[in-house]
């Protein structure tokens, strides 16, 4: 079993940067593939991008490639989520996640076994 609590969100304005981080307890958190998601209201949940175990792998959707950067410290059982360049459709609850993955990071929803409770973040126009 793996707890995940997201941490950072809040209220920035568009064009500012906001970093989450996501702290696991539990079991072998250097064996799990890390990724983000977020639900946008209105909307279903989306992938935003992931990392693998040794955090050597990284990737990113299309809508967050070049603004957004994953990084993990698994010393710290922390993943993080930089967010740069932010805009007003980037507004959502980010979500972290977890499963045990061999190769490529998953983007499905139902590939995740553990979830965060979520964290708010908005951006202001």
């Known amino acids: 079993q793996v707890q995940l609590v997201e941490s950072g969100g809040g209220l920035v304005q568009a064009g500012g940067s906001l970093r989450l981080s996501c702290t696991a307890s539990g079991r072998s958190f250097s064996s799990h593939t890390m990724a983000w998601f977020r639900r946008a209201p209105g909307h279903e949940r989306e992938f935003v991008g992931g990392?693998?175990?040794?955090?050597?792998?990284?990737y990113y959707a299309d809508s967050v490639k070049g603004r957004f950067n994953i990084s993990r410290d698994n010393a710290k059982n922390t993943v993080y989520l930089q967010m740069n360049s932010l805009r007003s459709e980037d507004t959502a609850v980010y979500y972290c996640?977890?499963?045990?993955?061999?190769?490529?990071?998953?983007?499905?929803?139902?590939?995740?076994?553990?979830w965060g409770q979520g964290t708010q973040v908005t951006v202001s126009s």
């Open positions: 990392i693998n175990w040794s955090g050597d792998y990284t």
């Open positions: 996640a977890a499963c045990l993955s061999v190769g490529s990071v998953p983007e499905r929803v139902s590939e995740f076994d553990y």
